[in-house]
């Protein structure tokens, strides 16, 4: 069982930056492949990101390529996604989520089975 804690989330403007980070419980968080994805209001759930067990392997959703990076602390058990030149199309809850095993190019849904309750990033001037 691993639970997955969001923070960082908050208001900034267009062009601006945040980093998010992801806690997560247990003694297993390296045996996890670690994603981020997002939900706006009245749209589904997306994926974002995601990143291997051993950090050395990353995927994106294209139109936030070159701009959002994930990584993580193995040691510290946490996620994280730094994003730059946030525009308007980026506000949404942010979630973190976890799978046992597997690779970081598990994009759907369905192919992570825990869940943080969400940090909220607003873009707005």
């Known amino acids: 069982q691993v639970q997955l804690v969001e923070s960082g989330g908050g208001l900034v403007q267009p062009g601006g930056s945040l980093r998010l980070s992801c806690a997560a419980s247990?003694?297993?968080?390296?045996?996890?492949?670690m994603a981020w994805f997002r939900q706006a209001p009245g749209k589904e759930r997306e994926f974002v990101a995601a990143i291997s067990r051993g950090g050395t392997h990353t995927s994106y959703k294209d139109s936030v390529k070159g701009r959002f990076t994930v990584s993580r602390d193995n040691a510290k058990n946490t996620v994280y996604l730094q994003m730059n030149s946030l525009k308007p199309e980026d506000p949404a809850f942010y979630y973190c989520a976890a799978r046992p095993w597997g690779s970081c190019t598990y994009t759907a849904l369905g192919d992570y089975n825990y869940w943080g309750q969400g940090t909220q990033v607003t873009v707005s001037s």
């Open positions: 247990g003694r297993t968080f390296s045996t996890n492949v």
